[in-house]
């Protein structure tokens, strides 16, 4: 072998595994517009398993797919940003961990078959990008929600029910919120969903702050999972504000 | 080159459906006196079965054949009368409906209008849902619904008993598997039809399921006086076992989601739960199971949550 394609196979190897490392796990046609819609044109985005997505192969109800998000393989997870590629709006929601485990599961709307992924950006900077594919026959973003059409629901906006259980690796917290959350895509119906979510313990200190945007599913439920190292959990507050400016506030016990 | 391609298709186990549209290959077979049955396959949705996944019955009496469901396609419909009239001249002069569920009603095409009957909450939800389980039916097994299109049955039934021809049928108001579910006891017979309330062998569905009011229908299933039930999925039998198969199953599920809500599972990690032994040797359970879980979970989790309060508790 001589020196020249010595050197270009090496080339070659090098380039081959640039691709290999860049190539979209779920071989999605939108992962390229996710990459410059999402992130900073100088960000590092990479595939990483550590980071994992875990939902129902075929979605019986595409207004309510089950997703279970767990970045805690990932050592320092300050962001995770959840999206759906296919989605006609992506953004899901982004969950800032602090005092609690880099996990959260919730409900999401899906209007067609979609990757759901989860972008978890650690101290460096990083963003370690893990996800699942969802098979549904779709039109979960573009029906009207129960509530809009329920009076005895309008009393009820933003009631929150929840509880605390003690498990051995510590605690689990589950939050429902009363919430039409309307994408905005059903017609004559505006979108209507809560914003911003902060879950804090006894001492007012922050376990997890939760953006939330449309496609999460109507009367949000989410399950939280705190470190033992986080006491005094008799009871937890959350608090937060929906599009409109409506208020949610309120303690859960044990 | 057809007959390589029929070669083909016959070695791939599919039925051959050529330009004259899709062959059901339907055989009716005799469990009883005046009696048969027509077995759908104990599967999901598929192109390949057509949607042939429920059983249909008929039974030929002396002024005529009361059919006991459509079946799931305009086809499965014409091709069930066919089948009918290579058994008997006699007319078809009622098409009984136990469900609004789509491969229950959506051969009715196939039959005059005045015969199709159903309880009046079927009748309410085929009109309300129909279309789009209509829709859905053709994404879920392709051409086999060529033409097909829903026709609501006319005649609202009533519980009580009706003579026809020599037979005398209990028309029974249930619900639980749905809103409304009818099972047909041909006292004459003894053979019991019990729709979609009874499932054997194969993965009760529970898309518009109350358990607790399933399992009150099923105990009044098991006390009537049957010598044969056709179940709405599954093989036909001699016993009640499965009533039993399917109310130890439902008895199971609605169970183990209440212990699940109560020790906070969310519903992802209930969809992965390992599944008793007996109940994974029930056709299609693990693709069942996690349609269950969507749509009942949720009504478990919210009797397990504590409401809040507006301020912390002392």
Redesign the interface.
Known sequence: MTALPRAAAFCLALWAAQALADADPLDSARWGDMRSQLFAADATVVFDPRVQV???L????PK?V???VDATALPGVTEVLVFADFNPITKVLAFRPAAARAEL?F?IKLQQSSPVRAAARTADGVWHVGGTWVIT?GGGCTVPSTGSASPEWQRRLN?????I?S?PDGN?V?L?IIHPMDTGLAASIPAFYIEQLAITD?QQRVLMEIDAFEPVSENP?F?LDLPSTVTDLA?V??TGRDNNGNLV?????R | MKRLLATLALLAGLPIAQAAGFDYQLAPRQIAPATWVLEGAREDFSFANGGRIVNTAFVVTDAGVVVIDSGPSRQYGEQTVAAIGRITDKPVIKVWITHHHPDHFLGNQAFARKTLGALARTITDIESDGKGFNENMYRLVGDAMRDTEVVVPTEALTPGTVDIGGHRFELLALDGHTAGDLAVLDHTTGVLFAGDLVFHERTPTTPHATIARWLKSLDMLEALPFKHIVPGHGPAAADAAPIRQTRDYLKWLDGLLTQSAAAGLDMTEVMRLPLPKIFRQLAVIDAEFPRSVSHLYPAAEEAALNDSSPRRKP
């Open positions: 875990t939902g129902p075929t979605a019986e109800d309510n089950p997703i279970a599961a409900r026959t009631e929150v029910s929840g509880r259980w498990r689990r589950r429902r006894g439920l399950t009871s507050q959350i506030n309120a303690w859960v016990e």
